[in-house]
Nanobody
Framework: QGQLVESGGGLVQPGGSLRLSCTAS????????IGWFRQAPGKEREGVSC????????YYADSVKGRFTISRDNAKNTVYLQMNSLKPEDTAVYYC???????????????????WGQGTQVTVSL
């Protein structure tokens, strides 16, 4: 059975950068839209960014637009989330997940997504 594994989280100072990776095993990531979500303690899960299976068009939540960049390397079966200018409010567990391809833009509606990784912790603090 396939699975998703996130990596790249850690502790970073405000203004710093991290690159998260979402790697699939047992299935081909290129066939799916991929979303990144995050959940901070005591808060609901929030959609951060997504990328479509074909052509790779992307979508971002307003809270991260201009700071985060999602990309995919289908040869490596991996999707990335480059996070720059990090803020303390970006602190959360970050998850990637798969969605079936869409005709329009990709979605940040979490119930659409089926397979989820275990998450990676991102902490932005002095």
């Amino acid at each position: 059975q396939g699975q998703l594994v996130e990596s790249g989280g850690g502790l970073v100072q405000p203004g710093g950068s991290l690159r998260l990776s979402c790697t699939a095993s047992g299935f081909t990531l290129a066939y799916y839209n991929i979303g990144w979500f995050r959940q901070a303690p005591g808060k609901e899960r929030e959609g951060v960014s997504c990328i479509k299976s074909s052509a790779g068009s992307t979508y971002y939540a307003d809270s991260v637009k201009g700071r985060f960049t999602i990309s995919r390397d289908n040869a490596k079966n991996t999707v990335y989330l480059q996070m720059n200018s990090l803020k303390p409010e970006d602190t959360a567990v970050y998850y990637c997940a798969t969605d079936t391809p869409t005709i329009g833009r990709c979605s940040l509606y979490a119930p659409r997504y089926s397979s989820w990784g275990q998450g990676t912790q991102v902490t932005v603090s002095l």
